[in-house]
């Protein structure tokens, strides 16, 4: 089976900065697209950001220009760099990770992301 934990989350003012981190371990031969999801209270998942096992990059509107998803292959793990962080950022934030072999992505725990003042 496989892991993913994450790290890297808590309370930051807004306009600060977090680095959220998700390490995939277990039986991986070849990790396809990883990403992140968040979860704000009430609402429903949202993408966040996706990166491809060749680097290819999306995101989501609200955090163009200020998220940076990034990865190293070599340590099957996923970074999320967010910079000028917003209240409406506030939110428990998950990984995924599609694998071969598995018919479905594996999720991480979950980390929370609080912005306030």
């Known amino acids: 089976q496989v892991q993913l934990v994450e790290s890297g989350g808590g309370l930051v003012q807004p306009g600060g900065s977090l680095r959220l981190s998700c390490a995939a371990s277990?039986?991986?031969?070849?990790?396809?697209?990883m990403g992140w999801y968040r979860q704000a209270p009430g609402k429903q998942r949202e993408l966040v950001a996706l990166?491809?096992?060749?680097?290819?990059?999306n995101y989501a509107d609200s955090v163009k220009g200020r998220f940076t998803i990034s990865r190293d292959n070599a340590k099957n793990t996923v970074y999320l760099q967010m910079n000028s962080l917003k209240p409406e950022d506030t939110a428990v934030y998950y990984c995924?990770?599609?694998?071969?072999?598995?018919?479905?992505?594996?999720w991480g725990q979950g980390t929370q992301v609080t912005v306030s003042s």
């Open positions: 995924y990770a599609v694998i071969s072999g598995f018919s479905s992505p594996y």
């Open positions: 990166i491809g096992s060749g680097g290819t990059t």
């Open positions: 277990g039986s991986i031969f070849k990790i396809y697209g």
